[in-house]
């Protein structure tokens, strides 16, 4: 069978490298962010413009902070605010067994492609997502678009909040194709219902999953 390459499914050999730094730029901003912005300033200098200047944003609004209120400012958004979730399971699922389901799927396309995660990782974390795209460009592009309605609201409700965080989902909003049709809808549904509630009746289904909270810390 003819491998498919980057194009034909309508990516670029830059979105590996976008990926990654947003994938950085979303974990906990610890002791090693500033290598990161300065990476991330060497791969925007390659990548398309609307990728780019997202990113300019972030690092120049970041870079005017200190490191404790960045890293408090990340607990605040990340932690604490479901409307803020970067699980991108919570969107589809929320709270129910469904998302159990969601989560082992991505640990089986994870394993699948040779990746493990860390014991503290949840395999639906953004910037988890965003990681494994970078070294798998063709599944990671499929995990992201399966998860559009979700990055989209994540990406509303940082940029209602007045996030730095907002300007990298815009980066990464800007590597996906537009919200079109179905997806467009699944976006107003979202705004307007939330995440889906479990439902009762369940006895069919499989022994519950019992997860962490949602809004735990991203990966540190």
């Known amino acids: 069978m003819k491998r498919k390459t980057m194009r034909t499914v309508g990516m670029q050999p830059w979105h590996p490298y976008a990926w990654q730094v947003q994938s950085l730029l979303l974990a906990y901003p610890d002791e090693q962010f500033e290598q990161r912005l300065a990476l991330t300033s060497r791969v925007a200098a390659t990548l398309p413009e609307p990728v780019a200047r997202a990113l300019h944003r972030f690092t120049a609004q970041v870079e005017k902070t200190n490191s404790a209120d960045l890293a408090t400012a990340y607990v605040a ?12 399971t919570y969107y589809a699922h929320g709270d129910t067994r469904k998302r159990g389901i969601g989560l082992l ?8 492609a040779g990746w493990r995660l860390g014991d503290d990782e949840l ?6 997502v965003l990681e494994f795209a970078a070294t798998d460009p063709e599944t990671g592009h499929r995990l992201l678009t399966e ?3 979700g990055l989209e609201m994540l990406r509303l409700a940082l940029n209602d909040d007045g996030s730095p965080w907002a300007h990298v989902l815009d980066s990464v909003s800007a590597t ?25 009746g369940l006895d069919g289904y499989a022994s519950p999953v019992f997860l962490p909270d ?7």
């Open 176 to 200: 996906l194709p537009d919200l079109v049709g179905d997806e467009g809808e699944a976006v107003m549904r979202l705004a307007v219902q939330g995440p889906p509630e479990e439902q009762v």
């Open 105 to 112: 799927r991505l640990k089986q396309t994870y394993a699948a």
């Open 77 to 88: 958004t990340f932690d604490h605010r479901k409307r803020c979730c970067p699980y991108l």
């Open 214 to 220: 949602p809004v735990l810390g991203g990966p540190r």
């Open 147 to 149: 998860h559009r309605a």
């Open 123 to 128: 395999p639906d974390h953004l910037a988890v």
